[in-house]
């Protein structure tokens, strides 16, 4: 899916900043695709960005109308509808991750169709994918991979095409999951794709291209986490990845929502990501390891860091903290 630019943020009645954490997101990463953001009268969060009704994005040439708040239960609440019908009329389309859909919700379906504007649910993918082929492709893929779900997979390759693109390299973001589709604006929920095609899937997304390109394709889940890893297979091999950066988080004492399953030690987890990308593409290898420390004093992060980059003779970053430009050094060297 494609969703027009520039946006109108959806901030609509969120209860606390954390609850527009997908708007924020976007903001962060790509503030020129944000014309303003759409409060309502008790809205508690805030972009920082220029608040609009809708005839005022309208003028303001907004193409979209993105949700970009979340309430209780991930609903579409029924106190938008008027707003999002109002978009619509002004000739918006409507974007939302959220976990009902708004074809679902007859009165904006219809409306939508007889305006000709598009609903876009970014979780449930609009297209079928092919079985993966495994051939090898032109270009060049970095595949961020976790020892556990919800460790930076995302944030860091996020980072990393940023640091990319100010570097002058050619290079894509592929986003793989609701929250980086909104940010960047086309992607596939590789989550909601059908098993058999989740490597072909990952193939669409990110196709063969220049010799020098660099396509940074999002990772999810963790080969070790017994509910998800089959998400994280079908990536590694669709994306027949040049490079693999590891992404952790020190403190975790079990695996995300299992707490009878420890987390991987990062040689052994190491180990089986290179054995599993070795199957499209044997020249694979790691080029970082990305560590969020949020939860670490600035000297203990330090430490941890030095130590993780000695062991394993590869830039160890929080790139929150500090950036990505030592990773993208070692990938503009493949």
Same mark, same amino acid.
């Given at each position: 899916?494609?969703?027009?630019?520039?946006?109108?943020?959806?901030?609509?009645?969120?209860?606390?900043?954390?609850? !527009?954490?997908?708007?924020?997101?976007?903001?962060? /990463?790509?503030?020129?695709?944000?014309?303003?953001?759409?409060?309502?009268?008790?809205?508690?969060?805030?972009?920082?960005?220029?608040?609009?009704?809708?005839?005022?994005?309208?003028?303001?040439?907004?193409?979209?109308?993105?949700?970009?708040?979340?309430?209780?239960?991930?609903?579409?609440?029924?106190? /938008?509808?008027?707003?999002?019908?109002?978009?619509?009329?002004?000739?918006?389309?409507?974007?939302?991750?959220?976990?009902?859909?708004?074809?679902?919700?007859?009165?904006?379906?219809?409306?939508? @169709?007889?305006?000709?504007?598009?609903?876009?649910?970014?979780?449930?993918?609009?297209?079928?994918?092919?079985?993966?082929?495994?051939?090898?492709?032109?270009?060049?893929?970095?595949?961020?991979?976790?020892?556990?779900? &919800?460790?930076?997979?995302?944030?860091?390759?996020?980072?990393? +095409?940023? +640091?990319?693109?100010?570097?002058?390299?050619?290079? &894509?973001?592929?986003?793989?999951?609701?929250?980086?589709?909104?940010?960047?604006?086309?992607?596939?929920?590789?989550?909601?794709?059908?098993?058999?095609?989740?490597?072909? !899937?990952?193939?669409?997304?990110?196709?063969?291209?220049?010799?020098?390109? /660099?396509?940074?394709?999002?990772?999810?889940?963790?080969?070790?986490?017994?509910?998800?890893?089959?998400?994280? !297979?079908?990536?590694?091999?669709?994306?027949?990845?040049?490079?693999?950066?590891?992404?952790?988080?020190?403190?975790?004492?079990?695996?995300?929502?299992?707490?009878?399953?420890?987390?991987?030690?990062?040689?052994?987890?190491?180990?089986?990501?290179?054995?599993?990308?070795?199957?499209?593409?044997? @020249?694979?290898?790691?080029?970082?390891?990305?560590?969020?420390?949020?939860?670490?004093?600035?000297?203990?992060?330090?430490?941890?860091?030095?130590?993780? +980059?000695?062991?394993?003779?590869?830039?160890?970053?929080?790139?929150?903290?500090?950036?990505?430009?030592?990773?993208?050094?070692?990938?503009?060297?493949?």
């Amino acid at each position: 899916m494609e969703i027009k630019k520039p946006y109108l943020l959806f901030l609509g009645d969120a209860q606390d900043p954390l609850a !527009a954490k997908v708007a924020q997101g976007i903001k962060q /990463w790509h503030p020129e695709y944000c014309a303003g953001q759409y409060r309502m009268e008790d809205c508690q969060a805030d972009c920082s960005l220029t608040d609009m009704n809708i005839a005022q994005a309208k003028a303001a040439g907004v193409k979209t109308l993105v949700i970009g708040v979340a309430n209780r239960g991930g609903i579409i609440s029924d106190n /938008w509808l008027t707003i999002l019908k109002e978009a619509l009329e002004a000739g918006m389309d409507l974007a939302s991750g959220l976990h009902n859909k708004l074809t679902d919700i007859p009165e904006l379906k219809e409306l939508a @169709d007889s305006l000709g504007r598009n609903l876009f649910d970014v979780r449930f993918p609009t297209q079928t994918f092919p079985v993966a082929n495994g051939l090898k492709r032109s270009g060049k893929r970095v595949l961020q991979v976790g020892t556990d779900c &919800s460790v930076g997979k995302m944030y860091t390759a996020l980072a990393l +095409e940023k +640091e990319m693109l100010a570097q002058g390299m050619k290079t &894509s973001f592929r986003a793989t999951g609701q929250t980086g589709i909104l940010i960047s604006g086309s992607g596939v929920s590789i989550d909601a794709v059908v098993a058999d095609f989740i490597a072909g !899937a990952v193939e669409t997304i990110a196709p063969a291209n220049d010799a020098d390109h /660099w396509d940074v394709i999002e990772g999810q889940g963790s080969l070790f986490h017994a509910s998800f890893s089959g998400v994280t !297979a079908g990536l590694i091999h669709g994306s027949q990845a040049d490079a693999l950066v590891l992404c952790h988080e020190p403190t975790r004492e079990h695996m995300r929502g299992l707490p009878t399953y420890p987390l991987p030690d990062l040689k052994t987890c190491m180990e089986l990501n290179l054995t599993m990308a070795r199957i499209t593409n044997p @020249d694979v290898k790691f080029v970082g390891i990305s560590v969020n420390t949020s939860q670490l004093s600035e000297a203990e992060a330090a430490k941890y860091l030095a130590e993780v +980059e000695a062991e394993f003779n590869l830039p160890a970053v929080d790139p929150f903290r500090e950036g990505v430009s030592r990773i993208v050094e070692a990938l503009a060297k493949i």
